[in-house]
T-cell receptor, first 113, second 113 residues
Framework: SQTIHQWPATLVQPVGSPLSLECTVEGTSNPNLYWYRQAAGRGLQLLFYSVGIGQISSEVPQNLSASRPQDRQFILSSKKLLLSDSGFYLC????????????FGPGTRLTVL | QQQVKQSPQSLIVQKGGISIINCAYENTAFDYFPWYQQFPGKGPALLIAIRPDVSEKKEGRFTISFNKSAKQFSLHIMDSQPGDSATYFCAALRGFGNEKLTFGTGTRLTIIP
């Protein structure tokens, strides 16, 4: 069966510090991968998605970036965090066999102070 | 064209009652409509999904009703229980090759005893 991991689970960072969030998927190959952000009590904002290694599409211009160094690894980064980067970051995957269904990871709660 | 409008924003239902959440879309190219359930601090989990070739899909106490001509779909939770208290998101997808889900803004459902 497929599983998706995210770490860390929680993170408190000062403004201006760098960020690296990691997501890995097990039990499937060549998944589509997604990064979402969810502000407190709000909906899901798609940040990046990837259909393959090294292929990243950005949905929202901001100071975040994403990379996919391996087939089942997706990384969200920032060189300098802003207060507005606080939120709940969710990684998700989908595959052609799943017919469009996306499966979400447990999320990372990021607080920028 | 890409929006999915969800209502209500919040909903309070008595235990044993029927919870109804509605969504509407504009893009007639959408052909997959999932509902996600999210508990506080957790990632969303796929609850039930429907394709436009059927008007209704039922899984246990959860039913999706789909009206293609009105471009609307809704989630019905029968015999609502306190454990159903969560945030619910509708979503829509436009075919394979475009694996980005368009999410509604979410409904916070509270089931009271």
């Amino acid at each position: 069966s497929q599983t998706i991991h995210q770490w860390p689970a929680t993170l408190v960072q000062p403004v201006g510090s760098p960020l690296s969030l990691e997501c890995t998927v097990e039990g499937t190959s060549n998944p589509n991968l997604y990064w979402y952000r969810q502000a407190a009590g709000r909906g899901l904002q798609l940040l990046f998605y990837s259909v393959g290694i090294g292929q990243i599409s950005s949905e929202v211009p901001q100071n975040l970036s994403a990379s996919r160094p391996q087939d089942r690894q997706f990384i969200l980064s920032s060189k300098k965090l802003l207060l507005s980067d606080s939120g709940f970051y969710l990684c998700a995957w989908s595959g052609t066999r799943q017919g469009g269904e996306q499966f979400f990871g447990p999320g990372t709660r990021l607080t920028v102070l | 064209q890409q929006q999915v409008k969800q209502s209500p924003q919040s909903l309070i239902v008595q235990k044993g009652g029927i919870s109804i959440i509605n969504c509407a879309y504009e893009n007639t190219a959408f052909d997959y409509f999932p509902w996600y359930q999210q508990f506080p601090g957790k990632g969303p989990a796929l609850l039930i999904a429907i394709r436009p070739d059927v008007s209704e899909k039922k899984e246990g106490r959860f039913t999706i009703s789909f009206n293609k001509s009105a471009k609307q779909f809704s989630l019905h939770i029968m015999d609502s229980q306190p454990g159903d208290s969560a945030t619910y998101f509708c979503a829509a997808l436009r075919g394979f090759g475009n694996e980005k889900l368009t999410f509604g803004t979410g409904t916070r459902l509270t089931i009271i005893p």
